[in-house]
């Protein structure tokens, strides 16, 4: 497969047009996805610069393994997050790597900030910037269907693209990845507006031929039913990730109502199991995956008048933090209302658990009176899914002064507005993911490197062991993040986690003449860690003085009440950690 070890780089300024590609064996020692991401970012960011300064870089990179093994399916996007201000990683699935792959790129490094209203084209060794006038100003789904209509050329191709949100720089903007998957959370679609790009279209038409095809053919087929004939991954093709809103309400890690408690009242209404049965139209997957986890809910809404019965019918992508966010958390216990909010957000381009972290903290700014409705515009009540609705489409176009501050995200807003105690976002301003379950959530959340608590799964830690000692958690944080670095830096899908342990991994890697041993496993996920760290500290990433919120200490946790001096105290260990980490590098 592979005729000599490199990474392939695609660099592209859309302010100047220059192009050029470099083959760098230098990276192959991190393998692809977020090692390479997380590298490329460190050498072209510019740290003293603006987020939205045209210079600053916008990365995607796949891994070696690629379009050849089952769930390997992510594209790592890394970037300095405007929503705040550190180490931004995101991962999407779709067919953007399965196109990035048949193109001929490992990776591509996006500077510049193009002249007007642009799109990306990648088509193999063809790269134009087109314009998107037209485009400027779409929804989410009719710029998908537009893009579409204009590139039917054969290939493998993916089409991403931003909404209004992301045109108009709200924070939390996302980018979408062929309608159902996201670049979520820290606002990389955001990014691509302040470079007044619209989107990406990639198609790539290459085939590598496999050397080794005896050998691949038995690890494939030994991963293969893995994944479709075992358990590992069971519960992400039946309920999906919606199988988590009983369980965690029913043990009290459900945030409600801007996290006031940790159980809803309605959860039953919209468990996972409530919207199998009565929402559930169909399930897809990513290129690559046998899996479909991508559970598609039917929307159908009336229009017209009553007795004329007219519906118009919509399909939307639902998982557990989304429910969350846009369901528990603002007091929604309709599923047609929470299907109705993601719907929202995901045609503007917002990503929906920040989205929503921050609507449940402005109702309650509301509430005392701190925030105004005639400066956002809507009067906010939590389980007013209409409010709600206004209220996105508001902060998404930035047509209040109250949006606009709004558009900043919670923390910011938090800020301006006074509310601060009730305002929970990790790692300073990110909001939370749906977990009060317990310490190593909390601080898993908040020193994970991209402020994900997929990083290291905290919430898992606090349901799954007794009681740690401080630095017994701390370590079994770094050392979970550092073992899905390896992952990802192969760009699994961490559903996958299971499947990839590290022999299953090595003997994938094998068949495209990659040798390396579990230390070698272990190095590269360590020295992707320290990266991370060094790019975080010289964004001023400082975990010892980060705020926390007092209502992170008011209400219970599934683990009882948080006690502030212990979560300090574990920041402590984790800087001393994370100093000694960068400094064996």
Not at 308 to 329: L, R, T, V
Request: proline fraction near 4%.
């Amino acid at each position: 497969m592979l005729e000599r070890p490199v990474i392939r780089v695609l660099y592209v300024n859309v302010g100047t047009g220059k192009v050029r590609v470099e083959e760098r064996e230098d990276l192959f020692r991190l393998l692809g996805g977020t090692g390479v991401a997380a590298a490329l970012l460190e050498e072209n960011m510019r740290p003293e610069l603006d987020p939205f300064d045209p210079r600053q870089p916008v990365i995607f990179a796949i891994g070696p393994l690629t379009n050849i093994f089952p769930v390997v399916t992510k594209t790592v996007a890394t970037f300095i997050s405007p929503l705040t201000g550190e180490y931004g990683e995101s991962h999407a699935g779709g067919r953007l790597a399965y196109s990035l792959r048949h193109a001929g790129y490992d990776a591509v490094v996006i500077t510049g900030k193009a002249k007007g209203p642009s799109y990306l084209h990648i088509h193999d060794n063809r790269i134009e910037l087109r314009t998107a006038v037209t485009l400027w100003g779409t929804d989410i789904s009719e710029a998908g269907r537009l893009m579409r209509a204009m590139h039917t050329a054969p290939g493998h191709r993916s089409i991403i693209r931003i909404g209004p949100a992301g045109e108009n720089l709200v924070r939390f903007a996302n980018v979408n990845v062929e309608t159902y998957r996201h670049f979520g959370r820290l606002g990389l679609g955001a990014l691509f507006g302040a470079k007044n790009l619209k989107g990406m279209v990639t198609i790539g038409t290459h085939h590598s031929p496999l050397r080794n095809a005896k050998e691949y053919r038995r690890a494939y087929d030994e991963i293969y039913q893995k994944v479709i004939a075992t358990n590992a991954m069971e519960k992400y093709h039946e309920l999906g990730t919606p199988i988590n809103v009983a369980p965690l309400n029913a043990v009290g890690a459900l945030p409600t109502r801007n996290l006031q408690v940790a159980r809803f009242e309605h959860a039953a209404e919209i468990s996972g199991e409530a919207f199998a049965e009565h929402n559930l139209m169909y399930k897809r997957a990513c290129a690559g995956c046998p899996i479909g986890c991508i559970h598609i809910g039917l929307l159908r809404q009336p229009f017209g008048a009553p007795d004329e019965y007219e519906f118009q019918s919509s399909y939307i992508g639902y998982d557990y933090e989304p429910i969350f966010a846009m369901g528990p958390m603002l007091g929604v216990g309709s599923r047609e209302g929470i299907l109705r909010l993601i719907e929202a957000t995901d045609r503007l381009g917002m990503d929906a658990i920040e989205t929503g972290d921050l609507l449940a903290w402005a109702t309650e700014a509301m509430e005392r009176g701190l925030l105004e409705e005639k400066e956002l515009g809507v009067r906010l009540r939590f389980g007013d899914v209409e409010a709600y609705l206004q209220a996105i489409r508001l902060i998404a176009s930035g047509s209040t002064e109250g949006a606009r501050t709004l558009g900043l995200g919670l923390v910011q807003a938090a800020k301006h507005y006074g509310g601060l105690e009730f305002a929970f976002a990790a790692g300073e301003a990110q909001g939370m993911a749906g977990y009060h379950t317990g310490y190593a959530n909390v601080v898993g959340h908040h020193i994970g490197a991209r402020h994900s608590h997929l990083d290291n799964a905290g919430y898992a830690l606090d349901q799954k062991t007794g009681e740690l000692t401080d630095e017994e958690l701390v370590r079994a944080l770094l050392s979970e993040e550092a073992e899905r670095n390896v992952l990802t830096s192969l760009a699994i899908c961490l559903f996958a986690r299971n499947v990839y342990d590290r022999a299953t991994v090595r003997k994938a890697l094998e068949t495209i003449d990659i040798r390396l041993s579990d230390d070698d496993l272990t190095r590269i996920g360590r020295e992707i860690m320290a990266i991370k760290l060094r790019i975080k500290a010289k964004l001023g990433y400082d975990p010892v003085h980060k705020r926390l919120p007092a209502r992170l200490f008011e209400t219970a946790s599934m683990r009882g009440p948080l006690d502030r001096e212990r979560l300090a105290n574990m920041l402590s260990i984790y800087s001393k950690e994370a100093e000694s980490l960068m400094a064996s590098r």
